[in-house]
């Protein structure tokens, strides 16, 4: 699986799609980067509070409703779970191939699903990441600039650049 090649697939299919909104290309965002903290399974469970979360989506018709609308246009294959207590599960297909075009369903060399997504490492480290990205815009607000671990962030600029320098 090639990542960047499927990411342009994926956006020169977007062109041809009048139907996707900025809601669909988020939620696939975020199935897109669980597949790849999957390692590209065939098939990976999710989780849909974390989903939401990554895809910043605050109604639950919303991502249903997204996540239908994704299965039935062929960007997904989408398995609800049977029940609120059973993990769905969720099949990405594959774009872009050697010639850059879009394919057609998901029939990767991958099989098997993810076991322990809910509770893995891929969900702490976004929930660490996430913790981490509001004590940052704490520290700004408090500081009047980014700080990261009590130092000032490097990259942070105090005056513009001045335009008229060469380069």
Known sequence: MNYIRHLRGFFDHLETDANITSQHISLYMALFNLWNLNRFREQFEI???DVMAMARIGSKTTYSKCMKELNDWGYIRYSPGAN???VSKVSC???GTASGTATGT???TATGTATGTTSGTPF???INKKNNKEDSSQNLKKN???KQNGKANPLHVETD???S???
Do not use: H, M, V
């Open 47 to 49: 989780n849909r509070q």
């Open 165 to 167: 320098e060469p380069l």
């Open 106 to 108: 998901a029939s990767g």
């Open 161 to 163: 650049k001045d335009y």
């Open 93 to 95: 297909t594959r774009f």
């Open 124 to 126: 702490i480290n976004y």
């Open 84 to 86: 609120r207590y059973q």
């Open 144 to 146: 009047g600039r980014k």
